[in-house]
């Protein structure tokens, strides 16, 4: 099996001198990650943002603390818990500081150094921007990051810790945000069953349930759950009914303001979709049985205008499939469970 290798191109070298000749800074060192050969180019900009060991290291430690928080309990981690990709497992939608509930389902955290755009609505453009949308969420973190930044300025671990990553003790935002990134850009799920399959690696093969499912996921999925990371990153209205208990939900329209977005998504991902549950931007399925009878019996007309491609021929909503279609289809997607990433130490918090 061909693994996700991290090539370490620089060793430790010295450079600066304080004003005890006998000090010296070491300079961070490089690293480059290996694009998995089924994979699409990296959309990160790596050039402005270079991987270092010790940034990696700093962006995991920022990633798992409770200082990103005005509780100094809730971190990136509390809502997003490697064994289950990522996501906030066993809650329908979010909790944060002083047990606050938000309106969406916290999505995995996978790949992120494909995408130019973050959360359900895209309302992050960036990946180092994206973390500033949970941190100061009045019911994610509900903190401010000059506040952040002070907390981390006077804890002695980070101050030697920035300092190793980026040369000086300095703690500012651009920093901080770009650790994070480090961190999270390394985090590629790419060796599920499925990997193996496509990589002709191992000797793995599909089941006959598995290639029914894939035959069933190509002729009535794929078109908007496309290519390696089985999302084609657009946003659709997917004809889900409308959840009053979150009246402020608009969908894309939250951000681009056009009311044609109304109630349209961003297409997740569907790597780890076996673990990754509950499904949809609100949570409300627990289940892949439900998604797919969903699909089948549950489309409605929501106020927005449903996407054209999960029309019938005759108008109705809703995609085709019988029993046997369905269990084949699970069966293909619990081949895109990746235990070699959600068992990863590299990403574990202790």
């Excluded at 999505?107 to 359900?120: G, H, M, T």
């Excluded at 180092?128 to 930044?149: N, Q, R, Y």
């Excluded at 349209?264 to 931007?281: A, D, G, Q």
């Excluded at 409300?284 to 106020?303: I, S």
Aim: contains cysteine; glycine residues 6%.
């Amino acid at each position: 099996m061909k693994k996700i290798l991290f090539i370490f191109l620089g060793t430790l070298a010295l450079f600066g001198c304080s004003n005890n000749e006998d000090e010296y800074v070491k300079i961070p060192t490089s690293i480059t990650l290996t694009n998995p050969s089924n994979f699409p180019k990296i959309a990160y900009d790596l050039s402005k943002n270079p991987l270092t060991e010790e940034g990696i290291a700093l962006g995991k430690e920022l990633f798992y603390e409770g200082k990103l928080s005005s509780s100094n309990i809730v971190s990136c981690g509390f809502c997003h818990v490697q064994a289950s990709a990522f996501t906030h497992h066993g809650h329908t939608v979010s909790h944060g500081v002083d047990s606050s509930v938000g309106f969406r389902n916290a999505q995995p955290i996978q790949n992120l150094a494909y995408f130019n755009e973050f959360n359900w609505d895209g309302s992050a453009i960036h990946l180092d921007l994206h973390p500033i949308i949970p941190i100061t969420s009045d019911f994610e973190m509900g903190e401010t990051i000059p506040s952040v930044l002070a907390k981390l300025s006077a804890d002695v671990k980070y101050t030697q810790l920035f300092e190793e990553a980026f040369g000086d003790q300095e703690i500012n935002s651009e920093r901080m945000l770009k650790a994070l990134s480090q961190f999270m850009i390394t985090m590629i799920s790419a060796s599920s069953k499925y990997d193996k399959v496509v990589r002709n690696e191992e000797n793995t093969a599909f089941t006959e349930s598995e290639t029914a499912g894939l035959k069933t996921f190509e002729n009535k999925c794929a078109s908007c759950h496309s290519g390696a990371l089985f999302t084609d990153k657009s946003y659709r209205n997917n004809g889900i009914p409308f959840n009053s208990k979150f009246p402020q939900e608009e969908g894309r329209k939250r951000v681009s303001g056009f009311a044609d977005d109304f109630y349209k998504f961003k297409v997740p991902s569907l790597r780890n979709v076996e673990i990754s549950f509950p499904y949809m931007h609100d949570g409300r399925f627990r289940t892949l049985e439900a998604v797919l009878d969903f699909y089948t019996d549950g489309m409605t007309e929501n106020g927005g205008i449903v996407d054209a491609s999960l029309r019938k021929i005759d108008g109705s909503l809703g995609i085709d499939l019988s029993a046997e279609e369905k269990t084949n289809l699970i069966a293909f997607l619990k081949t895109l469970t990746d235990n070699t990433f959600l068992n990863d130490k590299r990403f574990a918090e202790f």
